[in-house]
């Protein structure tokens, strides 16, 4: 009898999966065990968290990109090294997934060739949908913008690292501001986005900045909506949020506990 596999992503860096969001943790797992230098960045060897072999294959293996995307991004000779990087915006440090362009045929060789940022769940299928994405990018964008809700939050405890939920201290890389109370981060993006045409006008109001998707402080339309889409967005929230301290362990078990108890409705 033929052994069925019960995993739907294979040889994610090493590793099989069932789902997207086991896969994704993963990796960002991996990526967040790269120390990163004040270069700001780390070219993937065979001896980094992630090995440059799993992610050549990793990009054989459920890369989505168009072959025009690649050729543009890549000076027309494909992705041959990539790297993780470190992006720092306005005292937000966070760091994610990218590559070496390639030199292009007349340029010197003594040029510098910096990394390009990519999205992983954008790019790979076994991470995210594998295309542009708007409602991810909102959400994003808008996780972004509470950011100084939630530092001003983690600054003002005496202890910021105890977790509330297994009542232990924790280094505080291993700590996460959660949302609690009535409203979770998704209840009051659901709720802010109860106005129709609001979510409309949030998705206009996107812009990039640096590695990062952000709400635009002026409103780009505003005889029919507030003066700035990010302070309409930041007060919402701030009237609802109610925030404590979980360590990443309890905050992945109430997250994903949350999930398997909605998918099994």
């Known amino acids: 009898m033929k052994k069925i596999n019960k995993y739907n992503y294979l040889n994610v860096l090493g590793e099989d999966f069932n789902n997207k969001d086991n896969a994704y943790k993963y990796f960002r797992e991996k990526i967040n ?54 992006n720092d915006l306005n005292g937000i440090k966070s760091i ?57 939050f983690r600054d003002s405890l005496k202890n910021p690292n105890f977790c509330k939920g297994c009542e232990k201290n924790f280094y505080p890389e291993k700590m996460v501001v959660d949302h609690t109370g009535i409203y979770e981060f998704k209840d009051i993006v659901k709720e802010f986005f109860k106005t129709e045409g609001w979510k409309e006008f949030m998705i206009k109001s996107l812009y990039k900045e640096s590695i990062i998707h952000r709400i635009q402080e002026s409103s780009p339309d505003d005889e029919f909506y ?17 925030f404590q301290m979980l360590c990443n362990t309890c905050h992945n078990m109430k997250t994903y506990a949350k999930k398997i108890k909605y998918e099994e409705k």
């Not at 060897?45 to 890549?74: A, V």
């Not at 994610?96 to 010197?108: P, Q, V």
């Not at 940022?117 to 913008?145: D, M, W, Y």
């Not at 990010?230 to 007060?235: A, F, N, S, V």
Request: aromatic residues 10%.
């Open 33 to 86: 065990e790269f120390i990163i230098p004040s270069t700001d960045c780390v070219t993937m060897t065979e001896e980094t968290p992630i090995k440059q072999s799993q992610m050549i294959q990793l990009d054989q293996d459920y890369g989505s990109y168009s072959p025009e995307w690649e050729k543009r991004k890549s000076n027309g000779t494909g992705i041959n090294e990539w790297c993780v990087i470190r």
């Open 96 to 152: 994610g997934l990218g590559f070496f362009r390639n030199k292009k045929e007349n340029e010197s060789k003594f040029s510098t060739i910096l990394p390009e940022a990519v999205t992983a769940q954008k790019i790979f299928t076994c991470f995210g949908p594998g295309k542009f994405n708007l409602n991810q990018i909102l959400t994003s964008a808008l996780r972004h913008e509470i950011r100084p809700q939630t530092r001003y």
């Open 226 to 242: 507030p003066d700035s889409p990010r302070q309409m967005w930041q007060d919402f929230h701030k009237e609802r949020a109610i």
